[in-house]
């Protein structure tokens, strides 16, 4: 199998680099070869290139069987309204011109880091979510631009009937094969995209009849996913609202340094952390590594349909758990000091 | 002071019921004079007169002091994304026709509640935030519709230089009362509505050196606001983001029963609380009637000025909860069930 990493910026190059260590150490454990290249994207690539996303990085993602992905993201844009290249183009970028429509995000608490949440442990038990979050439509990739001189700025929110089906029915095709239960988000009482998008829910809701389905405004949404998180199976969403919530979820988990995603389509996958480019602890060799492991672990299931391999993987996170291992970021004030490990220990 | 009563849908009727007779208990406490009328809105408005904001109740509204609004909503409509007249309309409509730009939402934890959240309570002591939400604006006001035949669906997000302007000033001057923080909530990595938003807080910012001023998008704000919700002052935000972060943010004051809000613009002053229609308990004498208590409690405060009076219905709050008294949605195992109340009990 031939894997594209794309480090990005931030800490992407530490997490990647782990991420990738795992994948070699399946590959000798499962007999497996897996061959690397390594591409640019974000705010390195604007460096290196001027173009936050170069054609060389589409052309070898698009040969590749995957993509181990870092993250992207530079303060100096940020607080640069005006800037006209900036590093998260090269994200929506690649997401656009691979077709990954649809982005997985599983939200799966760990036993050990019950404690490690801000949120009643009574209340997190059992939690286990599978997000569905469109990826290529929405807000994101409407028409936008200024006028009035510049002094009104507009973003068109728009879906269209097929976009939304063909997520609904991955997501309607996981609940299946998990607890059959399916929650979609919308903001149908206010907007039009989300009356289309409701209306097409309900239309592939039909054709699985033994799922049981619940639509819940964006809002309400927000507040049951802390109030009650295990009424929650799979949630599917616009890119937006998937955005939005599936980053809350993250405190559900225990830290945002411990999820994973896939990003899938009719091609090449792509597997991020959900965690951002975090440049306040860039460097440092303290960022948990184990959203990048999860990724590895996820890319082994999905899109090689590793099934053991991806298993292994996941237990051996849950091994370093057990054994009282933490980054920073996971460990609470009873953590030991000598068990608060960096990127590469705890690779 | 004359006050029009906009009860509304659902749950609506019960809980302004509660909020006029503690309205009617200060005017006899304090010697003043309320008079009051009536005005139909949503669902309510909808069956009487086909129309949801009938002229009459902009006309009533426009002529009263101050508005104790109850709430809008019905399931029938949210099942039929098809429907062309549906109850929002009145509440998007009214705060439209009165140009109530600005929607205040105070969170605060009343001691008595720590325990009622499923926030842990070292994460909630003392966290206390004042959110600006835009309300006529952004992707609630822009044009929407169909194209393809009714395939696609849009609705366009769109902000002007004035309307961030007016909010923001209006979110700094509140700082400057209270810790003088404020954190501006975005997309500005993805939106062009929202570099806008970040420009424009940026100049007004200028005029406020004395406040500590941050930046976050969306989703990391959503993620922030569980995890160290005391970080948090006073927060700006549009009109789509305010409404997910401050339901999401009814989980740290325990219930959304409890959280009021003030829509205030150039003129008359709508209060409401933030909790919706509630056509599960609707009818059943069961609701909180604490949102639209307290929702009084500013309109006594920002409309009249009487902060005497305000005080002393958010200390009867206090003391209620003091004795023990509960209603069901913020009881919890450990309440005595005497001590939980109906809707009429607790007013
Ligand atoms: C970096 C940003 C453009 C991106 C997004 O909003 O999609 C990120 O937040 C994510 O969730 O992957
Ligand atoms: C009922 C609905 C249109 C409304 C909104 O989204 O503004 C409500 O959720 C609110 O927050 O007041």
């Not at 097929?162 to 609940?175: G, L």
């Not at 920073?328 to 990127?343: E, Q, S, V």
Request: hydrophobic share 40%; glycine share 8%; proline share 3%.
């Amino acid at each position: 199998k031939h894997i594209v990493v794309i480090a990005g910026d931030g800490i992407g190059q530490e997490v990647t680099t782990v991420g990738k260590q795992v994948l070699d150490r399946i590959a000798e454990k499962f007999g497996h070869e897996f061959t690397y290249d390594e591409a640019l994207i974000g705010h390195a690539a604007i460096e290196a290139t001027g173009n936050p996303l170069p054609d060389e990085t589409v052309t070898k993602s698009k040969q590749s069987d995957a993509i181990l992905f870092g993250a992207v993201g530079h303060p100096k844009y940020d607080n640069d309204p005006s800037a006209k290249v900036r590093p998260e183009q090269g994200l929506l970028g690649i997401r656009k011109a691979l077709g990954l429509y649809a982005n997985l995000r599983p939200i799966k608490l760990f036993d050990e880091l019950l404690q490690a949440s801000s949120i009643k442990p009574e209340f997190l038990q059992g939690a286990d979510i599978l997000f569905f979050r469109e990826l290529t439509g929405d807000v994101y990739f409407g028409e936008k631009g200024r006028k009035d001189d510049g002094d009104t700025a507009y973003d068109l929110m728009i879906y269209s009937r097929y976009e939304v089906e063909r997520i609904a029915v991955k997501a309607f095709e996981a609940a299946m094969t998990r607890r059959k239960k399916l929650c979609s988000v919308d903001k149908a009482n206010v907007l039009e995209s989300s009356r289309l998008w409701r209306e097409v829910v309900q239309e592939v809701a039909k054709r699985y009849p033994e799922v049981e389905v619940e639509h819940q405004f964006i809002d309400a949404a927000a507040m049951l996913l802390i109030k009650d998180p295990r009424r929650f199976d799979v949630v599917v969403t616009g890119n937006l609202f998937g955005d939005i919530l599936t980053d809350e979820a993250s405190q559900i988990a225990g830290s945002m340094g411990m999820l994973a995603s896939a990003s899938i389509g009719d091609t090449t996958g792509l597997y991020e952390p959900i965690h951002g480019s975090a440049h306040d602890i860039t460097g440092k060799g303290v960022a948990n590594p184990l959203a990048s492991v999860l990724s590895a672990a996820l890319m082994l299931d999905i899109s090689f349909g590793m099934k053991a391999e991806s298993e292994a993987v996941v237990n051996a996170v849950d091994q370093v758990l057990k054994a009282g291992f933490r980054t920073r970021d996971i460990a609470d004030a009873t953590t030991p000091a000598n068990l608060i490990l960096g990127t590469q220990e705890m690779g």
